[in-house]
C-alpha cells in the first residue's frame, strides 16, 4: 500500500475551509498541521477538522514537522516568502491566486522551486470547474471545428467583501481577483494570448479598487476574445459564481448559459444538456461551483506528486496567466494594447 502524503496548510481563513473540507474527500494526502498566524483562525479550524498540530509560525512549521506537501491559503502578499520557505526546505507547494503580488515576485518563486527541485502549483481552480471542463471536452471533441472568438463572462453584483473584507481596501480589485480566474479559462480553452488590450471603471464607490473590466484578446492561434467581469452588475436573477462562455468555431457554436446550461452546435445538430456541478455534501449554494473545484485541483495535486508529473496549473504556467493581470493593469492606465511576450 502507498502510504498517504502528509500535508500542511498555511492560512486558515475564509477560503480555507473549502480546502480543508476537499482534504478530507481525497484518498492518498491528508493534512496533518495547520498554521496561521491568527490564532483564532487556528483555533476555529483545528477544532472543525480536528487537527491537533498547530503553529502561528510558518517558519516553525517547517522546522517541525515533517511534511510532503504545504497548502499556502494566505493572500497575495505572504505568498514569496511562504514559498521561498517551501523550496528551502525542500518541500512541494501548492499556493492560491494570485499567485505574487507582481510578475517579478512569481518568477522568483518559480526559480526558488525549479532550483529546489521541488513541485509548485498554483491553485487556480476556476478552469478545474466541471461546466468549464465539459466546454473544454466540446472542442477537444472537434465538434465546432476550430475556435475563432470566445466571450469569458462573469457579471454580477454578490457582495464578496462581507466574506472577504480586504477585497474592498486593495488597490486592484476585479482583475487581480476575479478576472485572473477568467484570463486563465481563455488561456484554457483558446490558448495563450499575443496582445492585451483593457478598459476597467469602479461604480461601488465605497471601494478603493476597480469592478468592472472588459478585456479584447489576441491569442497566438488567431481567435480572438473577450474578457468582460463585473461586480457592479444587478441582474434579475443574481448568476454568482458563475462563468458564462460562448465560443465560436468553424464548423459551429458552444455556449455555456445560466444556470448551467449548455448548448453546442456542431456538426450533427444542436445538442442541450445541463452541467450543473454536483453539491458535494459539506458545500452550499451558490459556492458549490467553486468548492466542487477545488476538489478536482487538489486531487490533480496528488496525482502530480504520484506521477512526478507537473500541474496544468503549475507555477510556471501561472506566470502567462499573471502576466495577463499586469498587462490588463498597465493598458488600463495607458489605454493601449500590451504585448505579452515582452512581459515573460
Ligand atoms: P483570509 O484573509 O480570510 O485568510 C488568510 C489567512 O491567512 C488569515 O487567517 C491570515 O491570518 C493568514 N495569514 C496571512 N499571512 C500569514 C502568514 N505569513 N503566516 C501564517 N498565516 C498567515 O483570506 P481568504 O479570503 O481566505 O483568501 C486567501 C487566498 O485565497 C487569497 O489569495 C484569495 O485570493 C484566495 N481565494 C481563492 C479562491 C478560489 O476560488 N481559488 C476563492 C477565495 C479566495
Ligand atoms: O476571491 C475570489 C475568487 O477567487 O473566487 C471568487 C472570490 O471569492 C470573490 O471574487
Redesign the pocket.
Known amino acids: 500500500m502507498v502510504a498517504e502524503l502528509r500535508g500542511a496548510l498555511?492560512?486558515?481563513?475564509?477560503?480555507?475551509v473549502?480546502q480543508m473540507h476537499a482534504w478530507r474527500d481525497i484518498e492518498g494526502a491528508s493534512i496533518v498541521a495547520i498554521?496561521?498566524?491568527?490564532p483564532e483562525?487556528l483555533t476555529v479550524v483545528g477544532d472543525q477538522f480536528g487537527i491537533e498540530r498547530r503553529y502561528?509560525?510558518?517558519a516553525a512549521l517547517f522546522a517541525s514537522e515533517k511534511m510532503d506537501f504545504v497548502d499556502i491559503?494566505?493572500?497575495?502578499?505572504?505568498?514569496r516568502?511562504?514559498v521561498e520557505m517551501a523550496a528551502q526546505n525542500r518541500v512541494p507547494a501548492i499556493c492560491?491566486?494570485?499567485f505574487a503580488p507582481s510578475l517579478a515576485d512569481a518568477k522568483a518563486m518559480v526559480k526558488a522551486c525549479t532550483d529546489a527541485g521541488v513541485a509548485l502549483m498554483v491553485?487556480?481552480?476556476?478552469r478545474w470547474q466541471s461546466p468549464i471542463q465539459a466546454v473544454r471536452a466540446v472542442l477537444d471533441s472537434g465538434d465546432i471545428g476550430t475556435p475563432f472568438f470566445g466571450r469569458i463572462s462573469f457579471r454580477s453584483a454578490y457582495d464578496v467583501f462581507s466574506?472577504?473584507p480586504?477585497l474592498a481596501r486593495g488597490k486592484r480589485f476585479i482583475i487581480e481577483?476575479l478576472g485572473i480566474?477568467s484570463l486563465d479559462i481563455a488561456r484554457f480553452l483558446l490558448g495563450d494570448v499575443s496582445t492585451i488590450t483593457t478598459r476597467t471603471a469602479r461604480i461601488n464607490p465605497q471601494i478603493a479598487g476597480e469592478d468592472v473590466a472588459t478585456m479584447l484578446m489576441d491569442h497566438k492561434s488567431g481567435a480572438t476574445s473577450v474578457v468582460d467581469c463585473s461586480y457592479a452588475t444587478k441582474l434579475a436573477i443574481e448568476p454568482f459564481p458563475q462563468t458564462l462562455v460562448e465560443i465560436d468555431g468553424s464548423d459551429g457554436t458552444i455556449r455555456l448559459e445560466h444556470n448551467y446550461r449548455l448548448t453546442v452546435t456542431g456538426r450533427n445538430g444542436t445538442a442541450v444538456s445541463d452541467v450543473s456541478p454536483p453539491l458535494l455534501p459539506w458545500a452550499s449554494r451558490p459556492w458549490h461551483n467553486?468548492q466542487e473545484?477545488?476538489v478536482a485541483i487538489q486531487r490533480h495535486w496528488v496525482d502530480c506528486l504520484a506521477n512526478g508529473t507537473e500541474p496544468a496549473t503549475s507555477g510556471a504556467d501561472n506566470l502567462r496567466t499573471l502576466a495577463l493581470v499586469e498587462a490588463a493593469y498597465a493598458g488600463a492606465a495607458s489605454r493601449e494594447p500590451v504585448q505579452l511576450d515582452a512581459l515573460l
Open positions: 498555511i492560512g486558515c481563513g475564509f477560503f480555507a473549502n498554521c496561521d498566524r491568527d483562525r502561528t509560525d510558518a491559503a494566505t493572500t497575495a502578499p505572504s505568498h516568502p511562504l492560491q491566486k494570485p491553485h487556480e481552480n476556476f466574506g472577504q480586504y481577483d480566474h467553486i473545484s477545488v
